[in-house]
């Protein structure tokens, strides 16, 4: 049975008094005067089957604990469990027992299953918290949009092609095994990865040469497992069955997106919408972004506020390559719904600026809406002065160092946790990390 604190903390535990000892040991207290919100933690842990008996698992406290850490400290599971076996301060924080030793297995079991929503809901609470106790102010709040990467290659048509034919001749491999059904197929998994390299490596005359060649095997393997699909839903009904199943019917329908793709683009010529791309078999929510006329990026853009002490107030991840002009109004409605405050100013680069965004900011109640490019709007529209305007402007340059902070000191530039929730959950893991560590630091 899963205990949502665990037992109080010995009298030997200790901290490093160097700085981030001290930050951990603040945050410490931060969060045992709001043990109250530990109670979504432990819902996310415990299922309704779960039964109270067996091993206790580590509390759900000590995993929030863990998930702030890691972030922190921008290692993997492996090196987490490392350092909380040998650092006293890490162990200490995370509210380890004595022989408490968690290996990387049960760091990631536990933490993975922490939903996004929860630690969105767990960083609101810390910020109005915080407001209430005049730690923090939202009167000025600055605004810009960011990308969050996916973890991926840079993906390729041969490269996806070869992926899901490696995928799906793997599952046709664990059939037997998994439905009882021994099913009958060609595996081409090492002629597709040849033709990838060769076609990865290869001049244009040559690319159009062997593409073919790769399309047609990988229509194979789809037609065998179309066919060994049919056969075990006839055959088998077993819970292992229905789960292969529902596994190839994923990859089978993914891998038709690419060759659709790879058809239009390479054979036809045709320029895909980015839409209806997709870069990864793997990681299929991935959006392709690009930032101006700029790098193509693969992830998902995010846009976010900041105020006058570096505090992330408002987070969003999109879907799609969202246009900066449509995310100005909504900042402005969470931050009045959620904390019931209207920030007195608004500032924001040139993507943002509409006069359109101007006049509904106005009539939200914002006194001071300044974009960085004027877009027909004179400073009186704006609601400001010359000298405002200027130190309004060097003020929203500082949201720039708040998004590198949280993405290099807060391993916020990748998001390394798999599918669309865990890619959320890992971004907003990062945002209650790097808040906490924003509000002690403005308290010791």
């Excluded at 599952?171 to 990838?196: M, Y």
């Excluded at 529209?381 to 720039?400: H, P, S, Y």
């Excluded at 390394?416 to 790097?434: D, I, P």
Aim: proline share 2%; net charge positive; with cysteine.
């Amino acid at each position: 049975m899963r205990e949502t604190r665990a037992t109080q903390a010995s009298l030997f535990d200790c901290y490093s008094q160097h700085k981030l000892g001290q930050e951990l040991e603040a945050i410490s207290m931060v969060l045992d005067n709001n043990l109250d919100l530990l109670a979504a933690v432990h819902n996310d842990l415990v299922s309704k089957e779960t039964k109270a008996v067996g091993r206790r698992g580590l509390s759900a406290e000590s995993v929030l604990r863990c998930i702030i850490l890691k972030q922190r400290l921008k290692v993997s599971y492996e090196m987490l469990a490392f350092h909380l076996s040998d650092s006293a301060s890490a162990r200490a924080f995370a509210r380890l027992g004595g022989n408490v030793i968690p290996k990387k297995s049960c760091l990631q079991a536990s933490m993975r299953r922490v939903q996004a929503s929860t630690l969105q809901c767990l960083n609101e609470q810390i910020l109005i918290r915080s407001a209430d106790n005049n730690l923090l102010s939202f009167e000025k709040i600055r605004v810009d949009s960011t990308v969050v990467l996916s973890n991926i290659v840079d993906p390729s048509d041969s490269q996806l092609l070869n992926d899901s034919i490696r995928v799906i001749c793997r599952s046709l491999a664990k059939c037997h095994n998994q439905t009882g059904f021994n099913a009958i197929f060609q595996d081409q998994r090492k002629a597709a990865k040849s033709l990838a390299f060769r076609i990865f490596n290869a001049k244009k005359a040559e690319k159009d040469r062997l593409y073919p060649e790769l399309l047609d095997i990988m229509a194979s393997v789809l037609k065998q497992a179309d066919c060994t699909l049919q056969q075990v839903k006839l055959l088998s009904d077993t819970a292992r069955s229905k789960q292969w199943i529902t596994q190839m019917k994923h990859f089978y329908q993914l891998a038709c997106k690419v060759v659709d793709q790879t058809q239009r683009r390479v054979i036809n010529g045709e320029s895909v919408p980015s839409s209806q791309k997709i870069v990864s078999i793997f990681e299929e929510h991935t959006d392709i972004i690009v930032k101006g006329k700029r790098d193509v990026l693969f992830g998902h853009k995010i846009n976010l506020s900041s105020q006058s002490n570096g505090f992330i107030t408002h987070l969003t991840i999109e879907k799609g390559n969202t246009s900066d002009k449509n995310m100005h109004t909504p900042v402005i409605a969470y931050h009045q719904s959620t904390f019931g405050q209207t920030p007195k100013s608004m500032v924001t680069d040139g993507c943002y600026a509409t006069q359109e965004n101007a006049r509904v900011a106005k009539e939200m109640g914002v006194s001071q809406v300044v974009f960085s490019k004027p877009v027909g709007l004179s400073l009186h529209d704006m609601g400001v002065k010359n000298k405002t305007f200027i130190d309004l402007k060097k003020f929203r340059a500082g949201v720039e160092a708040n998004i590198s902070e949280f993405k290099r000191a807060y391993a916020a530039g990748k998001a390394t946790w798999k599918n669309l929730g865990g890619f959320q959950a890992y971004v907003w893991s990062s945002v209650l990390s790097y808040n906490l560590f924003k509000l002690v630091r403005l308290t010791m």
